[in-house]
């Protein structure tokens, strides 16, 4: 009876352990944890999150105030309109001025999942061209982002989109930030953005 009490106490504190890594970086409430930069709109409309282009139609950025290395990052995106965006990770920013990797949100047809260097070396990796499919443009879409070491995996509605590994990415430090590109007429609503510490 001992040991089967031993052993329940130690798969309760693993499963209480694994429980603690996530962390829910959207309250559904408010921007708690997260900061704006830049002038495009980010607000909170029933339990959403909602980026939106503003009238200077230029780069806007919504940040971690934390910083996270090795992390799997789940979320859900859905898009109006051009819905040009995108998760940006180990990042930092300045102004309106990113350093760091962007996994793409964006229309059909444009790369959905692939890796772009801002302000460096550009496109890293496209998907698959046939992968693009998986979109769902106008309705809620999963995204999950794994990034460990030089290594980053994106996923789109439970497809590999893109693996890939850089020694560049594996030196970088910061937090995640989402994107409105700029040009103007985006809109892109978030939610259910859980994190889970690796």
Known sequence: MKKVLVVMLLVASVNFAYAQKKV???NGKDLSGWTVYGTEKWYVEDGLL??????DKGYG???????????????EFKQEANGNSGV????????TKV??????????GHDTGGIYESYGRGWLVKPDPEKDKNLKFGE????????????????????????????KIGEGKGGINLQIHDGGGIK???????LKKL
């Open 24 to 26: 829910k970086l959207f």
């Open 50 to 55: 909602i980026s939106e282009s503003g009238p």
């Open 61 to 75: 950025y919504l940040g971690t105030d934390e910083e996270y290395d090795d992390f799997e990052i789940n979320l």
């Open 88 to 95: 940006f990770i180990r990042s930092t920013v300045e102004g």
């Open 99 to 108: 350093s760091g990797w962007q996994v793409e949100v964006a229309p059909p």
């Open 140 to 167: 809620w879409n999963k995204m999950k982002i794994v990034v460990k070491g030089d290594n980053v995996t994106s996923y789109l509605n439970g497809v590999e989109m893109v693996n890939f590994s850089d020694a």
């Open 188 to 194: 892109v609503y978030w939610r259910n953005i859980v």
